[in-house]
């Protein structure tokens, strides 16, 4: 499911056994009274569904061009229309969930695979391990991120696994210099130096303690983080260099809606309403899943 | 404090070594020269008479070393693709207009920001957050270039109450600062909210809540100065985008700044330039950075900075 | 010299000239321009004699005033140009309006016919190899020295200089003497066939005959010497060190903002222009050309790979817009799409010869290009020299069937066993990329082929395509004239150049007819059977030819906007420039008064 999910169970199995039962089920509790917590996770959901099924779902595959319908506006053949060189765009929306999915979890779990380590042991650490992730950090966050993946992508060429690979550099950096920064601000709070007058160890502090606490704004890091990464994706189809055709990417088709749009309505207004509707469901579910965790380990 | 501030420079320049190398060889490794070809191939000859001509020939570290000597001294070369201006002067002329947009799109983002994430946020769960909240998805939701396309087909072609793009004038600022404010507003909206409502539920404010202060004041004296740090994190990284310009935004307003050259630079491979652009993004990060630093402290005197834990 | 430009009555002039109709009826229909006696305001500030410009010429009656003579021109790109000059850098100009400062040698009328320009005569010695050129004596610079035959020498040699590795200098390379081999640095760039006889005569010695020449020298308008040894080739790029003997001066060129020049009062030359100023304004985003033309903000919109497909449904469904909507030959550019052919898959001719049968070029044109362009199964459009076009519209018809039994026989049965492709794409703009898409999808559906299609930055593409091996397999590209003879456009395909596809007749035919100078039927004969040669090997697979149509605001008019031989009225290439007499043939009426303010 959404990488998010997966980071709060992580959280959850490092909780220590005993409490484990407790907090989980706490956490889902009072998930499931938020509303729009489900709202998001039936979004979710629906988009992880669409996906795996879109063999199922389009009514056209997405690749299947014929020029004689081009440009055609909504109709019940057609339900979102047909595009430049007349490919079904609903057909081409629902199977653009794979790859859009594919960019945005894919970007966030290169972020979360670099970041979550090197922010825990930045913040944690601290001295000149800290030092000299920051450094990194920096020498990464210092090269402009479009230009980066421009570099990369000039040098290794276009296509969909470079995108994801050049984005997904830039993307770590924000989960690092997050987590780190909650590390930073947490360490000198009061529960903490509860803990650690009580003699508790240093791991312990930081297990029980710091990273169940940081986890939150990670949380909504993230569900920000995939959009942001669909975004990103759009902004090189706009400068000509994202993915490429047939490939269906949401990006890709609002960045090439841009010359039509005016007229076709249709090839920008379905492609946004999708990312949109990821972004909303994202966030519904990031911030349902943080209000769930973050009373219970408040409390 | 003055030993960090020292260590942290010497880390800038650490950085800036290891940025400059790195990039050196990346953009070194990309087909193509800054020659044009376009109907018939150059003779390898003719080729060679422009490598040559630009010291492109050279061995690479030789080159890298001749570069960073100018530098080091001031002269960062000339322009590939504008060779009647030097790449400070090109630099000069287009970044205070990339600033002064971007800052001002900046004034604009964060109070209008904040203002959302503070009443989303005390009015919890009710139409006036779900509306805030709407505003503020929307804002990351849809490209800033399509918000562009469009504010120009509204404002200018249909009601013609503003120019479609040019730059000199007060009410060329109108229509971009709009486009690129959009996105920094969301983002500081959303976490705003998130920010203040996990502070609120801290032991702190439930005591400054016993001892009687009223919600304005809670808000204004411990939420939202705690809430503080995770906005800087997060606001902290859209600076330096904000300020050194976009091709997205000034190539559809005209606005003649330092934006478009970050791509232009790679596609005409004109080397002088993205390696100049480079180390002026890479100051302006590690200023940025910098500052960030010194103020979590001031917002938070918890934080300690440099001093490694006991 | 030129043949004038006969359509043929083909299939795809047929289209051609229907579009033309519809936007000359349409132009018609429309509501008639404001004449001057009904539109009101303007017509009473209007002053009661004759308006004459600085350069003494007289405006017509129904032009607005010197102040409102002013025509505002977009350049769009995200380049900064960084000249004027064709002799500095050809693909660093801003596309239009400028080499402005001098004369060319020749120029063309809206027939496409060269004229003099500089050169009031030239003729040819008896080897065919020598040409003589009299400079028009009266030429000034507007630093008061005269213009001189040295001015012209020194272009030149400034062209072909290795130091200076100019990015046009393989357009007169196999054509001036030693021309190629000082710009590889082999000889002093003082031995190029280009001499000064005395002040006022030019001579040019080619490599072999070249009939041809002077409508290459289009491409001639001089440098100062001068200026070119004190300031360097960029002087033009500076007010303050420009200088001019053109009908134009530089008045102001603000980077990536605009660039203004002035009506020359010193200009001695024959191109005198009515307008009085010239505004050149950046316009980054193509797609933003449409909305500052509707806001009133430029006179113009070049319509060549700039006007989407949805901009053109927006013009056609606007009466006003559709009345000034000017569609043309632009440069004669055709679309093709070619393949590698020195390796497997499309070593073998009937892979090839499959590729060209499943593409449904009317399809195409119908539902995608719309107004942009024509069918096409040739490389030269019709309407230009030797074009042949009818005579190819059944080598490679849409056959899928056939297609299938091509493949088969190639060993690919349903396109089992064929590789994956990716179709590569130069920067194209969203007409071109739409074509490749259709054809893709085209490929898979009828052969069982799988194409990505990838649009690549330019120069990553042309070093790749450039390569030795080239590293394009399969791409869709195209090539627009650059003067009006077959062998401009037939020599893209002579073997050495930018394809791999190679076929000795055909060198030899368009070599021989290029420095042909006998019966002109015979040439153009030889260059037919060289195009069949090209067409029936599938050097590449013709799609379509370019039909661009400009947007012309109705207050600009003028004899050079009227219509041509072929009944065609439009900004005809190459635009408003001393290569052509369209500069002194269009000015500005005073029905601009109901759209725009005097810009400053």
New interface residues.
């Given amino acids: 499911m959404s990488s998010s999910t997966a980071a709060a169970m992580g959280v959850a199995q490092m909780q220590g056994l005993p409490k484990q039962r407790t907090l989980l089920g706490d956490a889902a509790r009072r998930f499931a009274r938020n509303k ?1 917590a489900l709202f998001g996770l039936f979004l979710v959901s629906a988009l992880v569904l669409t996906a795996l099924l879109a063999d199922f779902i389009a009514p056209y595959p997405y ?9 055609q506006f909504p109709s019940s053949e057609h339900w979102m229309g047909t595009d ?4 079904d765009v609903y057909s081409r929306i629902v199977y653009g969930t794979r790859i859009s999915l594919a960019v945005g979890l894919g970007v966030m779990a290169i972020a979360l695979v670099i970041g979550i380590p090197l922010g825990l042991l930045a913040g944690l650490a ?2 000149p391990i ?2 000299i992730i ?2 990194l950090v ?2 990464f ?7 980066l993946a ?3 992508i ?2 290794f060429g ?2 969909l696994f470079n995108v994801i690979l050049a984005l997904g550099i830039v993307a770590w ?2 989960t690092c ?2 987590l780190r ?2 590390l ?2 947490l ?4 529960f903490v130096l509860a803990a650690r007058t009580l003699g508790a160890s240093g791991t312990r502090i930081a297990l029980h303690h710091l990273l169940p606490n940081a986890i ?2 990670l949380i ?2 993230v569900t ?1 983080g995939i ?2 990464a669909i ?1 990103a994706e ?2 090189l189809s ?4 994202g993915v ?4 269906p990417s949401w990006g890709k088709m ?1 960045g ?1 809606a ?7 309505w249709h090839l ?1 207004v379905f492609p ?1 309403l999708a ?2 509707i990821t ?2 469901g994202f ?1 519904f579910l990031g ?1 349902g899943l ?2 769930a965790f ?2 219970s380990m ?1 409390r | 404090m003055a030993r960090y501030l020292l ?1 942290r420079l010497g ?2 320049l ?3 070594f ?2 400059s190398v ?2 050196f060889l ?2 070194h ?3 193509g020269g800054p020659y044009n070809e376009d109907k018939v191939p150059l003779s390898a000859e003719a080729k060679a008479n422009y490598m040559r001509k630009y010291g492109l020939d050279r061995p690479l570290v030789e080159q890298y070393l001749l570069y960073m000597g100018n530098a080091l001294r001031g002269d960062f070369g000339v322009p590939f693709q504008s060779p009647t201006e030097t790449v400070t002067g090109l630099i000069a002329r287009t970044w205070p207009v990339s600033a002064s947009l971007g800052l001002a799109a900046l004034l604009v983002a964060l109070p209008l920001g904040l203002l959302l994430g503070m009443v989303a946020a005390s009015r919890q ?1 009710t139409w006036i957050d779900y509306t805030a ?1 709407t505003i503020s ?2 804002g ?4 800033n ?2 918000v562009a ?2 504010l120009v ?1 509204l404002f200018a072609v249909q009601f013609k109450w503003l120019p479609t793009g040019g730059w000199g004038q007060w009410h060329h600022y109108i229509m971009p600062v709009a486009a690129l404010a959009l996105a920094p507003m969301a ?1 500081t909206a ?2 705003t909210r ?2 203040i ?2 502070v609120s ?4 404010i439930r005591t400054a809540r016993s001892k009687g202060l009223s919600d304005r004041q809670i808000m204004l004296r411990h939420t939202l100065r705690n809430a503080m ?2 906005l ?3 606001l902290a ?1 859209q600076i ?2 904000l300020i ?1 310009g976009t ?2 935004i000034e190539s559809i307003f005209r606005v003649p700044g330092l934006g478009k050259f ?2 232009t630079s ?1 596609l005409g491979r004109d080397y002088p330039m ?1 390696m100049a ?2 180390l002026l ?2 100051v302006v ?2 200023l940025v ?1 910098l500052i960030t630093d010194i103020l ?1 402290v001031v917002v ?1 005197p ?3 900075l440099g001093k ?2 006991t | 010299m030129n043949r004038r430009l006969v359509f043929s009555h083909s299939r795809q002039s047929v289209y051609l000239a229907l579009a033309l109709l519809i936007a000359l009826v349409v132009q018609a229909c429309a509501p008639a321009p404001a004449a001057p006696t009904d539109s009101g305001a303007p017509q009473v500030a209007a002053p009661a004699g004759p308006v004459v410009n600085a350069l003494g010429k007289e405006l017509p009656a129904d032009a607005a005033p010197l102040d409102q003579q002013v025509l505002v021109y977009p350049y769009s790109g995200w380049r900064t140009f960084t000249t004027i000059d064709f002799f500095q850098a050809v693909y660093e100009r801003a596309d239009a309006l400028s080499d402005l400062l001098s004369d060319s040698l020749v120029r063309l009328d809206k027939n496409f016919k060269p004229n003099p320009g500089a050169a009031t005569e030239w003729s040819l010695d008896e080897s065919g190899l020598v040409w003589t050129f009299k400079l028009d004596p009266n030429l000034m610079w507007n630093d008061g020295t005269p213009v001189t035959a040295d001015d012209y020498v020194a272009t030149f040699r400034y062209g072909a200089d290795p130091t200076h590795a100019w990015d046009f200098s393989w357009y007169y390379q196999g054509v001036i003497k030693n021309w190629t081999q000082a710009v590889n640095g082999a000889v002093p760039v003082e031995e190029i066939g280009v001499r000064a006889v005395d002040a006022h005569t030019l001579e040019f010695t080619t490599e072999s005959p070249a009939p041809f020449l002077p409508a290459m020298l289009v491409y001639s308008n001089a440098m100062q010497k001068r200026a070119l040894e004190e300031h360097g080739g960029l002087y033009n790029s500076d007010p303050a060190t420009s200088v001019s003997a053109g009908p134009y001066k530089l008045v102001e060129w603000t980077k990536d903002q605009r660039l203004v020049y002035e009506i020359n009062p010193d200009y001695k030359g024959t191109n005198i222009p009515y307008i009085q100023r010239l505004v050149v304004v950046n316009i980054g985003q ?2 933003q050309l449409l909305p500052a033309y509707e806001a009133n903000e430029i006179d113009f919109v070049w319509g060549s790979g700039t006007l ?4 053109l ?2 013009i056609e ?1 606007d009466p006003d817009l559709n009345a000034q909507y000017h569609p043309h030959y632009g440069d004669f550019r055709t679309y093709y799409f070619f393949f590698d052919d020195t390796k497997p898959p499309f070593d073998d001719l009937r892979v090839r010869q499959a590729f060209a049968h499943v593409l ?1 070029r009317d ?2 044109v ?3 290009l719309k107004r942009q362009g024509i069918p096409a199964y040739s490389f030269l459009a019709p309407g230009f020299p030797a074009s042949n076009s009818a005579a190819f519209a059944d080598t490679y018809p849409l056959d899928i069937e056939k297609a299938r039994q091509l493949l088969a026989d190639a060993g690919y049965p349903n396109g089992e066993g064929f590789p994956r492709l ?1 179709l590569k794409l130069r ?1 194209e703009g ?1 007409a071109p ?2 074509v ?3 054809y ?3 490929l ?2 009828a052969l069982g082929i799988d194409v ?6 330019f120069r ?1 593409y042309m070093e790749e395509l450039n390569a030795k091996p080239t590293g394009i397999q399969f791409s869709l590209i195209s090539y627009g004239m650059d003067y009006l003879d077959p062998s401009n456009m037939l020599g893209v395909f002579v073997s050495g150049g930018r394809h791999t596809w190679a076929n000795a007749d055909y060198d030899a035919l368009v070599r021989e007819a290029g420095g042909f100078t006998g019966d002109p039927a015979e040439r153009t004969k030889m260059f037919q059977d060289a195009e069949r040669i090209l067409v029936e090997d599938v050097g590449g697979v013709f799609v379509y030819h370019q039909t661009p149509g400009d947007l012309i605001k109705p207050y600009i008019k003028g004899p050079a906007l009227e219509p041509d031989d072929n009944g065609v009225s439009a900004w005809h290439w190459p635009g408003f420039s001393s290569f052509s007499d369209l500069l002194s043939g269009v000015y500005i009426t005073n029905e601009v008064s109901n759209y725009r303010q005097a810009p400053d």
């Fill in positions: 729009l690749d299947a061009a014929n020029p004689t319908r081009a440009l430049e060189v007349g490919r601290g001295g800290d030092y920051m450094r920096e020498v966050t210092a090269v402009p991120a479009l230009m421009l570099l990369l000039s040098v276009g296509g950096l924000d210099r997050l920064a909650q930073l601000s360490r000198e709070r009061d939150a704004p909504v890091a920000i959009p942001v975004f759009a902004g706009f400068l000509g260099l490429n055709d047939p490939i609002v090439n841009l010359s039509y749009m005016r007229v076709y920008g946004t990312i949109a972004m909303l966030t911030d943080r209000d973050d009373t408040n | 260590g880390g800038i650490v950085v800036f290891i940025v790195v990039v990346l953009m490794a990309i087909p769960n909240s998805t929307l990351l939701t849809v490209p270039f399509v396309v469009w087909l983002l959303r976490y998130t920010s409502l996990e539920r801290s032991d702190y740090i995770p800087l994190t997060i990284p330096p985008n050194t091709i997205f970050f791509v790679i993205i652009l480079l993004v890479a990060w590690s950075y979590y938070d918890r934080v300690r490694s834990k | 193509p797609s989407s497909p949805a901009d449904e927006i469904a449904d399809a195409i119908a539902n995608i990716t920067a969203p990329t739409a490749a898409q259709a893709a999808s085209a898979k559906d990505e299609v990838t649009n690549m930055d990553s």
